[in-house]
């Protein structure tokens, strides 16, 4: 029998709060975390906005001695996870842990301390100035693992990576696992800090990125026929999952049942997606079909949403291909306009925000869409939220490389 995996606790850390109850209510609230770039000089960059993180100090969550060990994304990890382990309520014993994962990604890694420890060696031109703690401080997989450490959790420690898709990929194979029987918990998300002169000009020179600086709040424009891309963002979500009987045996609060996770592949190009929307159609189909579901029995979608002109209309055009008539029905936003896109973090941001949509029965809106554009002329709760009532969230995230990625989150229904 495949066994029932809940939600039990969430973290985040965003543009628009440290912790779960402020980001929730300025994303209810279409509180924008765009401003103009202050962690370097970005004066002579032709972008100069992002979604940075804001009063946050990492010494004030984790040992100061960590800190001064590990990388800035592995911080904001760091930060998110410990905010879902206790929000859950969960005490790990040491029979628990061995049957308990950790399971949190990045698309970039240590990408700050690259860029810094590389600096420091080629102006000495003295390899010992380099730290001893450099590798874990790069590697993709340190945010997991100084989670896995910190609670002592020896179940299987990953990190997957899948561009934008990252964080859902991540709670996918939890989901995955526990359903399997192989372990029982995990804390599973994603965190990024790409918010560095290499990352924001990377994406510039692709055309990514919007480039309204003397607008920051306005810059991002999800579906609207002005939109012009994206704006780099950071931070990270973390989600505490469980089976469901441990969960009920401990007297967890359920916030959510997962339901369904599909992940596919476009194989067609490493940046653009399939115009066609073929890898995307799939994931959504498959998600549906998982779960048991039609395309009626879902209430809300937080959907990509990047604001580039060929992702939105080909998220869109999936949502007509697999919902039919229902597209029209069914609302759906993309928070993005507000965290700005926190790459691999993203996904498993949204993935919090669509847990929270279901236990407020709000849809949170798409901020700054005004000119509703021809290519996509769906429903994206604009401009402000919209209380309903939520029982079933699709959250589709859709990553470079043509990864797609579609979860399904339920009321929890005993």
């Given at each position: 029998?495949?066994?029932?995996?809940?939600?039990?606790?969430?973290?985040?850390?965003?543009?628009?709060?440290?912790?779960?109850?402020?980001?929730?209510?300025?994303?209810?609230?279409?509180?924008?975390?765009?401003?103009?770039?202050?962690?370097?000089?970005?004066?002579?960059?032709?972008?100069?906005?992002?979604?940075?993180?804001?009063?946050?100090?990492?010494?004030?969550?984790m040992p100061l001695k960590?800190?001064?060990?590990?990388?800035?994304?592995?911080?904001?990890?760091?930060?998110?996870?410990?905010?879902?382990?206790?929000?859950?309520?969960?005490?790990?014993?040491?029979?628990?842990?061995?049957?308990?994962?950790?399971?949190?990604?990045?698309?970039?890694?240590?990408?700050?301390?690259?860029?810094?420890?590389?600096?420091?060696?080629?102006?000495?031109?003295?390899?010992?100035?380099?730290?001893?703690?450099?590798?874990?401080?790069?590697?993709?997989?340190?945010?997991?693992?100084?989670?896995?450490?910190?609670?002592?959790?020896?179940?299987?420690?990953?990190?997957?990576?899948?561009?934008?898709?990252?964080?859902?990929?991540?709670?996918?194979?939890?989901?995955?696992?526990?359903?399997?029987?192989?372990?029982?918990?995990?804390?599973?998300?994603?965190?990024?800090?790409?918010?560095?002169?290499?990352?924001?000009?990377?994406?510039?020179?692709?055309?990514?990125?919007?480039?309204?600086?003397d607008n920051p709040h306005?810059?991002?424009?999800?579906?609207?026929?002005?939109?012009?891309?994206?704006?780099?963002?950071?931070?990270?979500?973390?989600?505490?999952?469980?089976?469901?009987?441990?969960?009920?045996?401990?007297?967890?609060?359920?916030?959510?049942?997962?339901?369904?996770?599909?992940?596919?592949?476009?194989?067609?190009?490493?940046?653009?997606?399939?115009?066609?929307?073929?890898?995307?159609?799939?994931?959504?189909?498959?998600?549906?079909?998982?779960?048991?579901?039609?395309?009626?029995?879902?209430?809300?979608?937080?959907?990509?949403?990047?604001?580039?002109?060929?992702?939105?209309?080909?998220?869109?055009?999936?949502?007509?291909?697999?919902?039919?008539e229902h597209a029209y029905?069914?609302?759906?936003?993309?928070?993005?306009?507000?965290?700005?896109?926190?790459?691999?973090?993203?996904?498993?941001?949204?993935?919090?925000?669509?847990?929270?949509?279901?236990?407020?029965?709000?849809?949170?809106?798409?901020?700054?869409?005004?000119?509703?554009?021809?290519?996509?002329?769906?429903?994206?709760?604009?401009?402000?939220?919209?209380?309903?009532?939520?029982?079933?969230?699709?959250?589709?995230?859709?990553?470079?490389?043509?990864?797609?990625?579609?979860?399904?989150?339920?009321?929890?229904?005993?």
């Open positions: 029998m495949t066994r029932r995996v809940v939600v039990t606790g969430l973290g985040i850390i965003t543009a628009v709060g440290n912790n779960i109850p402020d980001t929730w209510n300025n994303i209810v609230n279409g509180k924008s975390g765009m401003a103009h770039v202050t962690k370097f000089d970005a004066s002579n960059y032709i972008v100069k906005i992002a979604a940075e993180t804001k009063g946050f100090d990492a010494a004030e969550h960590l800190v001064r060990r590990s990388d800035p994304y592995q911080h904001l990890i760091w930060k998110a996870a410990m905010e879902a382990y206790e929000n859950s309520g969960i005490e790990f014993t040491e029979e628990m842990g061995k049957r308990t994962s950790s399971i949190i990604g990045s698309a970039v890694g240590g990408m700050s301390s690259s860029q810094y420890w590389t600096k420091i060696v080629e102006e000495t031109g003295d390899p010992r100035r380099m730290t001893p703690f450099a590798i874990p401080m790069l590697m993709g997989n340190g945010g997991s693992d100084i989670v896995a450490l910190e609670l002592g959790l020896h179940g299987p420690s990953a990190t997957l990576v899948s561009a934008c898709a990252t964080g859902a990929d991540c709670i996918g194979l939890a989901y995955d696992l526990i359903r399997a029987g192989r372990i029982d918990q995990a804390l599973a998300g994603a965190g990024e800090n790409p918010i560095l002169p290499l990352g924001i000009a990377a994406f510039d020179r692709i055309g990514a990125c919007a480039r309204d600086n306005k810059a991002m424009k999800p579906f609207d026929a002005n939109r012009d891309g994206m704006v780099f963002g950071e931070g990270a979500g973390v989600l505490m999952i469980e089976e469901l009987e441990a969960a009920k045996k401990r007297g967890a609060n359920i916030l959510a049942e997962i339901v369904a996770y599909a992940s596919t592949s476009d194989a067609y190009h490493l940046t653009a997606p399939d115009p066609g929307a073929k890898g995307a159609i799939e994931a959504l189909t498959r998600a549906l079909d998982e779960a048991e579901l039609i395309p009626e029995d879902i209430d809300y979608i937080n959907a990509h949403g990047t604001a580039t002109p060929l992702n939105d209309a080909m998220e869109t055009k999936a949502i007509k291909a697999v919902f039919g029905n069914v609302p759906m936003s993309s928070t993005k306009a507000m965290t700005g896109h926190a790459m691999g973090a993203t996904a498993a941001m949204e993935a919090v925000f669509s847990v929270l949509s279901l236990r407020d029965n709000i849809a949170p809106p798409t901020i700054n869409l005004e000119t509703p554009a021809d290519d996509c002329d769906l429903d994206y709760v604009p401009l402000t939220a919209r209380e309903m009532n939520i029982d079933i969230v699709m959250s589709n995230s859709f990553g470079f490389g043509g990864h797609n990625v579609s979860l399904i989150f339920k009321r929890f229904n005993d």
